[in-house]
């Protein structure tokens, strides 16, 4: 009898071990954990940004002693973006996650006429420094973009886990200071067709 009582045991195991295995017990702190990576590589890069913006403003400083008030604003912009105090919570707290968005578009925003400057200043378009520097920083925006979908991608992933059964339950039950991520959004300005003027 203790044969049956053991093997019935170990039956119970087992199918506990497969429920829990099933119902995202390990998957739902696998994935936070990753959409904090990927949080973190996305602040990485826009860090990169701002490194990059004093070196381009030194090199154009020396060519566009006129253009003044954008490389001020360019400088503005920058120290706003990399002085922001981000609560730890910021990419669940919708407010905090659009001011950090609002002050990194302020500065790529305030990099575009900087850039747009250089037309002015041949001699500038054709500095090596610039022209290194220029590359940088569309690398660095390329970069962005590809650390904001992957951010996108896990917290999609991580956000229909929470919205779906079993993971839901799970989450409830085991994980309640779970809440779902923030997404990047396309703002208006974005959203409508750039006019081109030659």
Do not use: H
């Amino acid at each position: 009898m203790s044969f049956w009582k053991n093997l019935g045991r170990l039956a119970a195991v087992a199918v506990l071990g497969v429920s829990l295995a099933g119902c995202g017990v390990n998957s739902l702190p696998k994935q936070d954990e990753q959409v904090k990576a990927a949080w973190s590589q996305v602040q990485n890069e826009y860090q990169r940004r701002a490194d990059l913006v004093p070196n381009l403003v030194a090199t154009v400083k020396g060519y566009a002693k006129q253009e003044q008030s954008v490389l001020v604003q360019v400088t503005e912009a920058r120290a706003k973006a990399t002085q922001t105090v981000l609560p730890a919570d910021v990419a669940t707290n919708p407010e905090a996650f659009k001011k950090y968005e609002a002050n990194q578009a302020q500065l790529q925003g305030a990099l575009g006429r900087l850039l747009a400057i250089s037309e002015n200043y041949p001699d500038l378009k054709s500095n090596q420094n610039f022209i290194a520097l220029q590359a940088q920083l569309e690398g660095t925006e390329n970069r962005i973009t590809v650390a904001r979908r992957d951010y996108i991608q896990e917290v999609q992933s991580f956000n229909t886990m929470l919205r779906t059964i079993p993971t839901r339950w799970t989450a409830s039950l085991l994980y309640p200071e779970l809440k779902p991520y923030q997404s990047f959004q396309a703002n208006e300005k974005a959203q409508t067709t750039p006019s081109v003027q030659f």
